[in-house]
């Protein structure tokens, strides 16, 4: 999926789609006035004509950015600068945005022009022990608790000393979607 595509069927949902209904129905009431005040054949033909042309425009829309609307739901504030929407791009703000949970990584790994990336840190914490579900590590005067179950630290509780924390981050592989609000790191 190209950077291009996301945007040109962001474009004909939000922007060209709602514009041909409306005209659309508008013409449709003037059509259907004339034909109710005049009864003329060819006003009746023309709206079933105009209905039948929007129908294969709907479905060409639809058909064409299927794939879009499957990975619209991954795109959030947590990945990208603003939502699009009919008639409207709202921007999120940088406060909105408290921090990133696993499940925001996940969701924003689905989208096909993101990619993992893991660091792995060898810190050196005070390793102060566990209870049946955290481990307990201090550093620089701070205490930091841990759930056991998870697969971001690994250390040896035999020597207590070195502990390597793994984080995994959501990378950006085409930088063209910069240009569409996509963070190129979450």
Not at 91 to 110: A, H, V
């Amino acid at each position: 999926m190209s950077s291009q595509y996301w945007a040109v069927s962001e474009k004909l949902l939000n922007y060209m789609l709602p514009s041909i209904v409306l005209i659309s129905a508008l013409i449709c009431f003037i059509l259907f006035s004339i034909w109710l005040s005049h009864y003329q054949k060819k006003s009746g033909l023309m709206i079933l004509i105009l209905l039948l042309l929007n129908t294969f425009i709907f479905i060409g829309v639809l058909t064409y950015t299927s794939e879009y609307r499957q990975l619209k739901p991954y795109s959030t504030y947590k990945n990208r600068a603003y939502e699009v929407s009919v008639y409207k791009t709202s921007s999120f703000s940088n406060r909105f945005i408290k921090g990133y949970s696993k499940k925001d990584i996940e969701d924003t790994l689905l989208l096909p022009f993101y990619s993992k990336k893991g660091v792995e840190d060898t810190t050196s914490f005070n390793y102060l022990g566990k209870d049946e579900h955290l481990y307990f590590f201090e550093k620089d005067d701070i205490i930091y608790s841990l759930d056991q179950n998870k697969k971001l630290v690994i250390f040896d509780e035999s020597t207590k000393q070195n502990v390597i924390v793994k984080e995994v981050y959501a990378e950006l592989n085409d930088t063209s979607y910069t240009e569409l609000g996509f963070k190129e790191l979450v």
